[in-house]
């Protein structure tokens, strides 16, 4: 199959299976259930053991028919060069690399380098890429496709890392030519709780492989900091990691603090996790004794009533104390009144201000107000907590 062939394959069914299997066998295997299950190709990652001989196996067995083999997780031009000498039809690298391009158009491989930002797509285009692949998806969602689009309206996205059956839907009808799915070679969304612990641990590896290059630009240090909620209800423990912090800002590094979902579950008889991120955020705050929290969420703040269905809805700028009408006003977990996680809002907004530590609410969709914030200039929704003001 030619290489207009294979992107024109891509394009019309919209399907890669993304496989990272533990062996050749469970490879070959996830392989097959794959391509009955209609889709268009596959993508074997460099992080399976002995891939080469996988895709040159599968290369071989479907030679002919219209289901396209690509490799994944493409680090260099000679993985590039391997892959294609093995029978890969396009391949998938997580950043961009000029050389990787180069080298496939001179095989006429399809080629789609990873982009996390613009500059990274249009770098990526005038390279000669085919397509761009957005990772991970899952750190942006899919309004970042539509941000792209703006600008460069004529640019083909894949989005893969946070791409699952329940969500490609969305992918596509945002922009995307194609997306990415699946993890660890996981044929659906893991239900038992040793599955989903393991999806957590690849999962944190890909949200801190983006974290790091996105602050790198900038020179900074990332660190990742994993808790439980033993961590924080046991006092040595608590201060373990309150002195963790302190030394990681005294060396101007930046800690990425998030719940270790991999071995933090909920049980009969014992809880060990913290919950959600808002409280998450409170709890590191009181910890650290911050003077100010700042939760973005997907709507200016906290009104008076919901703002989509009352137009006559008010911003309320300054809460002084959390009262049974502002539970009401933020509605219960799940409902209407609680989008953007108001009601999860309001209980950061407890221990925030229990210890001290202002709390604001702010529209992520518009990052301009952190400067209004950093400035002292209102913006959203401010919880007083009474020890300092930003």
Not at 22 to 37: H, P, S, V
Not at 158 to 175: K, L, Q
Not at 195 to 207: M, N, P, R, T, Y
Not at 319 to 333: F, M, Q
């Amino acid at each position: 199959m030619k290489k207009e062939q294979v992107l024109s394959r891509l394009r019309q069914c919209g399907l890669v299976a993304v496989v990272r299997a533990r062996d050749a066998e469970d490879a070959l295997r996830i392989a097959e259930a794959c391509i009955r299950g209609g889709c268009a190709g596959i993508e074997l990652t460099y992080t399976t053991p002995g891939v080469n001989d996988i895709i040159q196996r599968m290369a071989s067995e479907y030679a002919g028919s219209d289901f396209v083999i690509g490799a994944g997780t493409v680090m260099d031009p000679e993985t590039a060069r391997m892959a294609i000498l093995a029978g890969a039809q396009y391949v998938v690298s997580p950043y961009f690399n000029a050389d990787t391009v180069r080298l496939c158009n001179r095989y006429r491989v399809a080629c789609m380098p990873g982009a996390m930002s613009i500059a990274e797509v249009v770098a990526g285009m005038e390279a000669g890429a085919d397509i761009i692949k957005v990772f991970p998806g899952e750190l942006f969602g899919p309004k970042i496709l539509k941000a792209i689009h703006g600008p460069i309206p004529q640019a083909e996205l894949m989005p893969t890392g946070g791409v699952s059956v329940d969500n490609a839907a969305e992918w596509i009808r945002a922009g995307a030519v194609a997306v990415g799915v699946a993890k660890m070679g996981l044929p659906c969304r893991p239900q038992d709780i040793p599955s989903k612990q393991a999806a957590a641990a690849v999962g944190q590896c890909e949200l801190m492989y983006a974290y790091d290059r996105l602050f790198a630009q900038y020179n900074h240090t990332v660190a990742q900091l994993l808790l439980t909620g033993e961590d924080v209800r046991f006092p040595h423990r608590r201060q373990n990691f309150v002195n963790a912090m302190e030394r990681l800002l005294e060396l101007n590094a930046l800690p990425i603090v998030n719940e270790n979902d991999a071995v933090a579950t909920d049980e009969v008889g014992e809880s060990t996790t913290i919950g959600e991120n808002d409280t998450l955020a409170a709890i590191v705050a009181e910890c650290v004794g911050a003077d100010l929290l700042i939760l973005l969420s997907d709507i200016d703040g906290l009104y008076t009533a919901d703002p989509r269905k009352d137009e006559h809805a008010a911003l309320i700028p300054e809460v002084g104390e959390i009262t049974p009408e502002l539970w009401e006003r933020a509605g219960d977990p799940g409902s209407a009144l609680g989008t953007g996680g108001m009601h999860t809002k309001l209980k950061a907004a407890e221990i925030a201000m229990a210890c001290g530590c202002d709390m604001i609410i702010a529209n992520g969709r518009r990052p301009e107000l952190l400067y209004d914030i950093a400035a002292g200039r209102p913006a959203g929704t401010r919880f007083v907590g009474g020890r300092g003001q930003a």
